[in-house]
């Protein structure tokens, strides 16, 4: 064997791998594992230029994947004031007059609770005095909504409601006045187009610097749902010819509906386009919205009587979309939150062959789904990805928006992941940053907490949570041969946590340091660095 770049020892090696589940040492050369074994193996694999580290009794396991987030298309969702913090319209509207600046200047927020509102209809008339009729813009958390100012609708030309190709809606009032509550990507869009754009250059430096944040806490990738307005490839490219993407990327484009074999064509065309740390891999659609904006596609209306429609107006159009995608060997991942909308994408997939398909498909969020589910998932071979930190914006009582729009029935089966798993499951684990941080701890601890898990009882083991943003994040992306176990041959992406993840109590877990990150061989975060 030839030298190692680098030696990992002193540490407790979770490998995930069947053949050798746990070892003490690592060796690392040309961006991949070498070699694992223990202590005395060592000297066997130094060279002249060997750079040993000593883990110090540290826990080392396969690199940490986020399943689903959006770091490039996030640094421009979360920006402006952070509202995550706000509790209520009192709070809303002390942040906004804390926001303002010159006359005339765009006030923008994102990460807005439903629950801020205390069950009242998001209305701009709630907060256009604290505003003194600046244009404002406030993203809602879940990415998906947004409430928009007077002074912004007039700026979009909004004066009523508009028909649009995709399920988006400008809410408006009994009399037909908009609300400034915006629905879906669509009708945001209208207003979202007239925002101050960061300049390529602050594009660039925010995405680095937010990549290696996430490094920070254990992240080693990202599977990332979006490719952007078009030029994320180009910024990615200029990133790495600066310098190195502190993560491994893997983008999904986007399909919306309507999409023809044009549009289809060219999605297909991008698969594997990359660069060193990043490339294209398989297609992000979406099959409903989210329950607080009532856009959930559910198989009986929610208590607000929406929710019955799916976010492709003819979903066979999505079904046909992803029979060509599946054709062509392009896996897809799917947004479906509600029962409906499940139940919709696994009987696509089913009618493609099961695992006779041509591609690794995925569902994205799962947010409640009958028990009558819960088999399929594994049956058809179709990844579950959840993201645990969603649970954050709902309550153990159900006097949330997200449960009160569902009601006690539903509300109780949601976020099954321990139910996903032992129904046989694969289960990917990722933030949805920016709906949610993105600080893997925190995944990893809010997925064995029982609120993480909607019900008692059903929290992961330390060791579930692990593989899912580990070996269940790789099977969900096809890459389980080259990712998820530390193994010779494997990808060198480690992270080394000073106490045992699979082990270590929940609420320590989730501020535990982390001792060394390792993407692709380099070292992208060491602890006092």
Same mark, same amino acid.
């Given at each position: ?28 050369a ?100 604290a ?16 409430? %928009?100012s ?20 400008? /809410? ?10 915006l ?13 101050? @754009? ?59 509906p ?25 297609? @992000? ?15 009986? %209306?929610?208590?607000?009587g ?5 976010f492709?107006?003819?979903? &066979?159009?999505?079904?046909?979309? /992803? ?8 896996p897809?991942?799917?947004h ?39 088999k399929?998932? %594994?049956?058809?071979g ?18 949330d928006?997200? #449960? @009160?729009?569902?009601?006690?029935e539903?509300? %109780? ?21 920016? /709906? ?6 925190? /995944?990893?601890?809010?997925?064995? #907490?029982?609120l ?18 580990? #070996? ?6 096809g890459? &389980? ?37 390792? #993407? ?10």
């Open positions: 064997m030839p030298a190692a770049d680098t030696v990992l020892t002193g540490a407790r090696v979770r490998t995930l791998d069947p053949a050798r589940p746990e070892a003490r040492a690592v060796a690392l040309d961006g991949l594992i070498t070699a694992v074994g223990d202590e005395h193996d060592v000297r066997d694999w130094r060279g002249p230029g060997t750079e040993v580290i000593d883990l110090g009794g540290a826990t080392l396991t396969p690199g940490l994947t986020d399943a689903h987030s959006h770091p490039v298309w996030g640094i421009e969702m979360a920006t402006g004031t952070d509202l995550s913090a706000v509790r209520d319209l009192d709070g809303l509207r002390a942040a906004l007059r804390a926001a303002r600046r010159a006359p005339g200047d765009w006030v923008v927020g994102f990460g807005l609770d439903h629950n801020a509102f205390g069950g009242r209809p998001v209305d701009r008339a709630l907060i256009e005095e505003l003194a009729g600046a244009p404002a813009f406030l993203r809602l958390y879940d990415g998906h909504s947004a409430l %928009a007077g002074a912004a609708l007039r700026a979009a030309g909004i004066t009523g409601p508009r028909g649009f190709a995709q399920r988006s809606e400008i /809410v408006c009032d009994a009399e037909g006045r908009p609300t400034g509550h629905v879906e990507h669509a009708a945001m869009a209208l207003v979202g187009a007239l925002l101050p @754009k960061p300049t390529h250059a602050e594009r660039r430096a925010r995405l680095v610097g937010l990549l290696g944040d996430m490094a920070a806490t254990g992240l080693t990738g990202a599977h990332v749902m979006d490719l952007g307005d078009g030029d994320v490839p180009a910024l990615l490219a200029t990133v790495e010819y600066e310098g190195h993407l502190p993560l491994r990327l893997r983008l999904a484009p986007w399909c919306m309507g999409a023809g074999a044009q549009e289809l064509a060219e999605l297909i065309a991008l698969q594997g386009t990359g660069g060193r740390h990043w490339r294209v891999g398989g297609v @992000k659609l979406f099959m409903d919205g989210t329950v607080e904006g009532g856009t959930a596609w559910l198989e009986h %209306a929610d208590r607000h929406r929710g019955t429609d799916a492709w107006p003819d979903p &066979e159009a999505y079904s046909a979309a /992803v029979r060509a995608l599946d054709a062509a060997g392009v897809t991942a799917t479906a939150i509600g029962d409906a909308a499940v139940r919709h994408v696994l009987d696509t997939v089913a009618a493609l062959g099961g695992r006779a398909a041509r591609a690794r498909h995925r569902i994205e969020h799962i947010e409640t789904v009958p028990d009558d589910q819960l399929r998932f %594994a049956e058809l179709v990844a579950a990805s959840m993201q645990p930190p969603h649970t954050a914006y709902t309550r153990a009582d159900h006097t928006e997200w #449960s @009160k729009r569902l009601g006690e539903r509300a %109780a089966r949601a976020w099954r992941c321990r139910d996903l798993r032992d129904a046989g499951a694969v289960l990917a684990l990722g933030s949805d940053w920016p /709906v949610a941080h993105h600080d893997a701890r925190q /995944v990893l601890a809010t997925a064995r #907490s029982p993480g898990a909607a019900a008692a009882g059903r929290a992961l083991t330390g060791l579930m949570a692990v593989e899912g943003m580990t #070996s269940h994040a790789a099977l969900a992306a890459e &389980e041969a080259v990712a998820g176990r530390i193994a010779p041959g494997c990808r060198a992406d480690l992270t080394a946590f000073v106490l045992d993840p699979v082990t270590a109590p929940p609420d320590e877990l989730a501020g535990t340091p982390v001792r060394l990150t390792v #993407s692709g061989g380099r070292i992208t975060h060491r602890e006092g660095a």
